[in-house]
């Protein structure tokens, strides 16, 4: 009988334990509120139905690149990984310097205040209760991920349940407010047309609402079979995520019109309130808490895996590299990155850093989609245990039309996509720094 290493990580994950991973952590608060944002841009419930259909195609189209990444490449890191070895270790910097450092822990600390929000709402708990209670819920998630991925993974199961029920629920109150009369909402609005661009445009906060797929290829590292449930649970925790998108946005045109939709500041609560009142609003409330805890859990546990990564290569303190050996966790690592997302939580500072590093993040998304042609290129005698269908129009049509969004992005927003660049650039002198760190550390 053979035993894995101490220094490497447990293979702990099933095939659940990694679908529920990509659908915790793509669906967080997003869904509850990016609707009405996707209907004020758009003339009707149809254009509303089919710009989340899109978004959903194209993003299952990068998850199917993901796959075969994940399957050439099951190690822990993700991204970070494939970076490094297509195109050098300073891009791969680049990607752990802005991500792990910036937009993970940015997520975690306004994800969490989310947490806390909706929770101090439906608890009736007062304002000063938000910032201690989003403190308290980083620092129980990284305390549970200190055990190890499979005490993580259980949270994650729990919580990604209670928030595809929260979901569920919003789909039934919103069809039997219904009454099975769509035919209104999904016509077009001929009095007031919507510009192409403004059409365009609502596909932005589509595509955010569909981020966050990369995380499974975060925790590669700890999946079972990699070749074989990497793959599966991409393709099916994706699946779920489009049909309960394009399910729940059925349900709020059904039960608030796409007029009523669009004037919404909650829609969620706005749709339960219909039908129950205000005991329906706090019932949502606190799915919709269930909802951004469990994608916190997944935040921290792979943002910690990429600084663990970046640790080994000697790109971050070798602490932070190292893998206890009795629960295989990266714990210097998790509480690196959980004290950073407490201090960003406490100083309010995290919703400029989300802002400044959005381009970052779907850059990120490009060019690790564009290793894939590195590794086609040259390993392309070797058998991969999973393909791309479609090679190469698939990572193509993703590559050009995420990299559409991020020239939208720039040019609606040019201070953040300015500040995006700059927070890049300034990787650049602090990788040369521990680079010379590195070389003059002895072995």
Same mark, same amino acid.
């Given at each position: 009988?053979?035993?894995?290493? *101490? $220094?490497?990580? !447990?293979?702990?994950?099933?095939?659940?334990? !990694?679908?529920?991973?990509?659908?915790?952590?793509?669906?967080?608060?997003?869904?509850?509120?990016?609707?009405?944002?996707?209907?004020?841009?758009?003339?009707?419930?149809?254009?509303?139905?089919?710009?989340?259909?899109?978004?959903?195609?194209?993003?299952?189209?990068?998850?199917?690149?993901?796959?075969?990444?994940?399957?050439? +490449?099951?190690?822990?890191?993700?991204?970070?990984?494939?970076?490094?070895?297509?195109?050098?270790?300073?891009?791969?910097?680049?990607?752990?310097?802005?991500?792990?450092?910036? #937009?993970?822990?940015? *997520?975690?600390?306004?994800?969490?205040?989310?947490?806390?929000?909706? =929770?101090?709402?439906?608890?009736?708990?007062?304002?000063?209760?938000?910032?201690?209670?989003?403190?308290?819920?980083?620092?129980?998630?990284?305390?549970?991920?200190?055990?190890?991925?499979?005490?993580?993974?259980?949270? $994650?199961?729990?919580?990604?349940?209670?928030?595809?029920?929260?979901?569920?629920?919003?789909?039934?109150?919103?069809?039997?407010? !219904?009454?099975?009369?769509?035919?209104?909402?999904?016509?077009?609005?001929?009095?007031?047309?919507?510009?192409?661009?403004?059409?365009?445009?609502?596909?932005?906060?589509?595509?955010?609402?569909?981020?966050? &797929?990369?995380?499974? #290829?975060?925790?590669?590292?700890?999946?079972? #079979?990699? $070749?074989?449930?990497?793959?599966? !649970?991409?393709?099916?925790?994706?699946?779920?995520?489009?049909?309960?998108?394009?399910?729940? #946005?059925?349900?709020?045109?059904?039960?608030?019109?796409?007029?009523?939709?669009?004037? *919404? $500041?909650?829609?969620?609560?706005?749709?339960?309130?219909?039908?129950?009142?205000?005991?329906?609003?706090?019932?949502?409330?606190?799915?919709?808490?269930? *909802?951004?805890?469990?994608?916190?859990?997944?935040?921290?546990?792979?943002?910690?895996?990429?600084?663990?990564?970046?640790?080994?290569?000697?790109? &971050? =303190? +070798?602490?932070?590299?190292?893998?206890?050996?009795?629960?295989?966790?990266?714990?210097?690592?998790?509480?690196?990155?959980?004290?950073?997302?407490?201090?960003?939580?406490?100083?309010?500072?995290?919703?400029?850093?989300?802002?400044?590093?959005?381009?970052?993040?779907?850059?990120?998304?490009?060019?690790?989609?564009?290793?894939?042609?590195?590794?086609?290129?040259?390993?392309?005698?070797?058998?991969?245990?999973?393909?791309?269908?479609?090679?190469?129009? %698939?990572?193509? %049509?993703?590559?050009?039309?995420? &990299?559409?969004?991020?020239?939208?992005?720039?040019?609606?927003?040019?201070?953040?996509?300015?500040?995006?660049?700059?927070?890049?650039?300034?990787?650049?002198?602090?990788?040369?720094?521990?680079?010379?760190?590195?070389?003059?550390?002895?072995?």
């Amino acid at each position: 009988m053979t035993t894995e290493p *101490s $220094q490497t990580y !447990a293979r702990r994950l099933n095939t659940w334990d !990694a679908a529920m991973i990509v659908i915790g952590g793509v669906i967080g608060a997003g869904i509850f509120r990016t609707p009405a944002t996707v209907a004020e841009r758009t003339g009707s419930g149809a254009q509303v139905l089919v710009l989340w259909a899109i978004g959903g195609l194209l993003t299952l189209a990068g998850v199917l690149c993901y796959a075969e990444l994940g399957a050439r +490449r099951p190690q822990a890191g993700g991204t970070y990984v494939y970076l490094r070895e297509a195109f050098g270790k300073l891009p791969a910097f680049l990607f752990g310097w802005t991500m792990a450092l910036i #937009n993970y822990p940015g *997520s975690v600390a306004a994800v969490a205040t989310t947490f806390a929000d909706y =929770f101090c709402a439906a608890a009736g708990l007062p304002v000063p209760y938000i910032k201690p209670l989003a403190v308290g819920a980083i620092a129980f998630i990284v305390g549970v991920n200190l055990f190890g991925i499979r005490a993580g993974s259980i949270v $994650q199961n729990i919580f990604t349940v209670l928030k595809l029920a929260a979901i569920a629920l919003l789909v039934v109150v919103g069809l039997v407010l !219904a009454h099975g009369h769509l035919g209104p909402v999904l016509a077009t609005d001929t009095a007031h047309p919507v510009p192409s661009g403004a059409f365009l445009g609502a596909l932005l906060p589509v595509l955010f609402a569909y981020g966050g &797929f990369h995380y499974l #290829n975060d925790l590669a590292g700890e999946v079972r #079979n990699p $070749q074989r449930t990497l793959p599966r !649970a991409l393709g099916m925790g994706m699946a779920g995520v489009v049909t309960c998108y394009v399910l729940v #946005n059925v349900a709020y045109l059904a039960g608030l019109g796409h007029a009523g939709l669009a004037a *919404s $500041q909650a829609p969620a609560a706005d749709l339960m309130r219909r039908l129950f009142g205000e005991h329906g609003a706090t019932v949502i409330a606190v799915g919709i808490a269930c *909802s951004t805890f469990g994608y916190c859990n997944i935040a921290i546990a792979g943002g910690a895996r990429v600084l663990q990564t970046m640790g080994a290569d000697g790109m &971050f =303190f +070798r602490a932070a590299g190292r893998i206890e050996p009795r629960t295989r966790a990266p714990q210097v690592a998790l509480a690196v990155l959980g004290l950073w997302a407490i201090v960003l939580t406490l100083s309010g500072s995290f919703g400029q850093l989300l802002d400044y590093t959005t381009v970052g993040e779907w850059l990120a998304h490009v060019f690790g989609i564009a290793t894939l042609f590195w590794y086609r290129r040259h390993f392309h005698d070797q058998p991969s245990p999973y393909r791309v269908p479609l090679y190469p129009l %698939l990572p193509i %049509l993703f590559v050009v039309t995420v &990299f559409g969004v991020i020239v939208a992005t720039a040019i609606h927003t040019p201070r953040d996509a300015g500040m995006s660049l700059l927070i890049i650039a300034l990787g650049v002198p602090v990788y040369g720094f521990w680079r010379y760190r590195s070389r003059r550390r002895p072995a």
